[in-house]
């Protein structure tokens, strides 16, 4: 794993600016320099994946000689619980399982139900989510909703069935976790997203299928821009199809009205199907584009990430984290564990997206930056 870890130290916070509140935030939280305070904690579980997709693990890197971490080393569900305990209470209200293929790991459901637990320092349960390849979901649908999941997210580039086993890489096919997306929707993890990945000249074809199978269905399809993330999927910016060339697509089909965002920090760029009556209609649904490479969103980047064995990312494109793991296992209690978490966070500076087009192209890490397989999406 080409990861670095930076040790914990506590002057960081001596130089930073004081922070500039630009919508009330409730006592406790914690704002990073940008004043962004943290909402939303991503949490890899395992770096293991039933897939070789070539934009996260492309066969040829991730072969039977590639070093995955031991059990030992992968946080234990107490220890995740704990952490997660601590980023609630500093006002994370959304935990997201993600890996890796998070579905692979054993006795995900009892993880589920202990986060299920948490309570946001107003009471409330955290909005507790999952980003899977949905492969195992026909089977474990029923069981994640009765242990507290609330909503699923599926990933899927396409829906004609070469396409996608070409793009899966290891033969998968598209009715399989066509079955897991009804099973989700079945079981109330509601409302089902879609992601597909787009790159340009692979799957580009499959956005109007994908759209005309998902309108109207109850599940939001969102449309990501293939990025630049890791260093192993040889990515090209030609291979990238820009967020505004797929909304021109889906327009010459389907009448769209942009839409407003659902939350501070949203990541994609809402547009509801227009029905009879000439305005949205809630019934046909929305689309989503996430464009990371056209279009940053850093200025409201509220979210951090853990690795499935501790480490803390500040952003999708670092190459450096924080071990927290050496603190649970070093005997740290939570008020100590809680200071090093606020510093870290209260000196982040990352906007990566917004700098891109600036930087060299060996910036952010380069050939060192970590994989989203390990950091999840
Ligand atoms: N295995 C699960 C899955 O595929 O949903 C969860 C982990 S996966 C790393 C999380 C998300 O990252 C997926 O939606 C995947 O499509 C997306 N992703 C991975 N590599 C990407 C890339 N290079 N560009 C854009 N999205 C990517
Ligand atoms: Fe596995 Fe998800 Fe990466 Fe595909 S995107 S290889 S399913 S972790
Ligand atoms: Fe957040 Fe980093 Fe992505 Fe910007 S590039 S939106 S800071 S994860």
Redo the contacts with the bound molecule.
């Keep these: 794993m080409a990861e670095r870890v930076i040790p914990l130290v506590d002057h960081r916070t001596a130089a930073l600016p004081l922070p500039r509140a630009q919508t009330p935030v409730a006592a406790g939280t914690l704002l990073d320099a940008r004043a962004r305070p943290l909402r939303d904690l991503r949490i890899s579980i395992t770096d293991r994946c039933n897939f070789r997709c070539g934009y996260c693990m492309p066969k040829d890197v991730f072969d039977g000689n590639y070093a995955y971490l031991p059990h030992a080393a992968l946080l234990s569900f107490e220890e995740i619980t704990r952490l997660a305990r601590l980023f609630v209470a500093r006002g994370v209200s959304k935990l997201r399982l993600t890996g890796g293929e998070p579905l692979l790991r054993k006795g995900i459901e009892t993880l589920v139900a202990q986060l299920a637990a948490l309570r946001t320092p107003d009471g409330r349960k955290p909005d507790i989510t999952l980003t899977t390849n949905g492969s195992l979901l026909m089977r474990k649908a029923r069981a994640l909703k009765a242990a507290g999941l609330d909503r699923v997210t599926v990933s899927l580039d396409g829906l004609d069935d070469a396409v996608f086993r070409r793009m899966n890489d290891v033969d998968f096919p598209v009715a399989d976790v066509l079955a897991g997306i009804e099973a989700a929707q079945a079981a109330g993890l509601a409302p089902v997203k879609v992601n597909m990945v787009v790159k340009r000249g692979t799957n580009d074809d499959q956005i109007l299928p994908m759209a005309r199978r998902f309108r109207g269905s109850g599940v939001t399809l969102r449309f990501i821009e293939y990025m630049d993330v890791g260093a192993t999927n040889g990515w090209r910016m030609d291979e990238v199809l820009p967020s505004a060339d797929a909304l021109r697509r889906l327009q010459a089909e389907h009448a769209l009205t942009p839409l407003s965002a659902s939350a501070p920090g949203e990541?994609a760029e809402r547009w509801g199907y227009i029905g009879a009556g000439g305005g949205h209609d809630p019934a046909l649904g929305e689309v989503g584009f996430i464009s990371?490479v056209t279009q940053?969103?850093?200025g409201d980047?509220n979210?951090a990430r853990l690795s499935m064995d501790g480490k803390l990312f500040?952003?999708?494109?670092?190459s450096q984290g924080y071990d927290l793991r050496a603190l649970l296992r070093g005997g740290a209690d939570d008020a100590q564990i809680d200071a090093a978490v606020s510093a870290i966070w209260q000196a982040r500076a990352?906007?990566?997206?917004?700098l891109r087009a600036s930087l060299p192209p060996d910036a952010a890490g380069g050939s060192r930056r970590v994989e989203m397989s390990y950091i999840g999406g």
Excluded: M
């Design positions: 990541t990371s940053a969103f850093c980047c979210r500040l952003c999708l494109f670092a990352n906007r990566y997206s917004e």
